[in-house]
């Protein structure tokens, strides 16, 4: 069969399983809501606060929910607060001040007459900080998300104090070969009747100019880019989680891992304070089908002594 067939035939299974997790997530979080008001000090998952930032242009659309220390979630490409957040922001909320918040053109934040670029919504996220008053904050992006969230540290590290990136990328050859050049066949009619699509426009977005949003997202992956020297110094401890069924390569997330002092035995070196996952039986699109798993190392790797002495007999 020629390779192109099929690639595109699994962009289209892709998009399928976007279909159903998001419907799936959406189904679980009517139930977790209920429960979530035994489980969260009689807190239900309403946030305390929803708003517009004005940001750099953009009137960015945010919400937060619960107290504690701050912690912003960062959404993946096409994403929105509901379908990428559904099932984890009643758990982070717990005991944490959770931010969450749609990026340049996505959800209810409206797209402005300037180029989709990671730095550009970096600085977004960093002006929404400084609109909420929170001199810093734990990042946690996932997928286009991570990628954000990698640059929000690198250009406003003082406003970042850990970072979590699950299925991110900091150079473009971060991805499998076969999954970088997909992006390029990425269109709106592969979308057609998803709940991204549907979402798109239920939240006051003009229909006509779906196409126009789409081929804007997936333009910042159709470029070179790399920040692998940058990030590899950032200061902050990083725990990155991948899939073992994922799209980023596992040697792109080892080699950060090993520039943050990983790949030693901790027993005679030490711990280091930066992180790795790789998630078991895990793909890109299931890595936020994951949260029961995700969420405990989450909330271990914010809350830790991360200078502690390695456990001992």
């Known amino acids: 069969m020629n390779k192109r067939i099929v690639i595109r035939t699994c962009l289209l299974l892709m ?3 976007i279909a159903l997790a998001c419907g799936s997530q959406q189904k679980e979080t009517q139930q977790t809501a209920t429960a979530s008001q035994d489980t969260t000090t009689n807190k239900n998952i309403k946030p305390a606060e929803t708003g517009y930032a004005d940001v750099n ?23 929105n607060i509901p379908l990428n957040w559904s099932h984890i ?23 402005i007459s300037r180029k989709f670029s990671y730095e550009g919504m970096a600085d977004d996220v960093s002006g929404l900080l400084r609109h909420l008053e929170i001199d810093s904050a734990d990042i946690l992006g996932y997928s286009m ?55 798109y426009d239920s939240l006051g977005n003009d229909p006509a100019h779906f196409p126009e949003f789409v081929k804007k997202v997936i333009s910042i992956d159709l ?22 069924a994922d799209g980023v390569r596992y040697e792109h997330a080892l080699e950060l891992f090993r520039a943050k002092g ?3 035995m901790g027993d005679i070196h030490g711990l280091p304070t930066s992180r790795l996952a790789i998630i078991p039986g895990t793909t890109h699109i ?28």
């Open 15 to 17: 998009i399928v399983i």
């Open 57 to 79: 242009g953009l009137k960015m659309y945010y919400e937060v929910y619960g107290e504690g220390k701050p912690i912003v979630l960062l959404h993946g490409s096409y994403m």
């Open 89 to 111: 922001i009643p758990l982070l909320a717990r005991n944490r001040k959770v931010i969450v918040a749609e990026m340049q053109g996505h959800g209810r934040t409206r797209d």
């Open 145 to 199: 998300g991570g990628g954000i969230a990698f640059q929000v540290a690198v250009r406003h590290p003082e406003q970042v104090r850990r970072l979590v990136v699950l299925s991110g990328t900091y150079s473009h050859d971060g991805w499998w070969p076969d999954v970088e050049a997909s992006f390029a066949t990425i269109t709106a009619d592969m979308f057609k009747g998803s709940p991204i699509q549907k979402q």
């Open 223 to 244: 470029k070179p880019y790399d920040w692998s020297k940058d990030v590899k110094n950032i200061k902050a401890p990083i725990f990155m989680a991948i899939g073992d």
């Open 262 to 264: 990983g790949g030693k």
């Open 286 to 313: 299931g890595m936020m089908q994951r949260t029961d798993w995700l969420t405990p190392m989450i909330n271990d790797f914010l809350d830790s002594d991360l200078n502690a002495t390695p456990p001992s007999f």
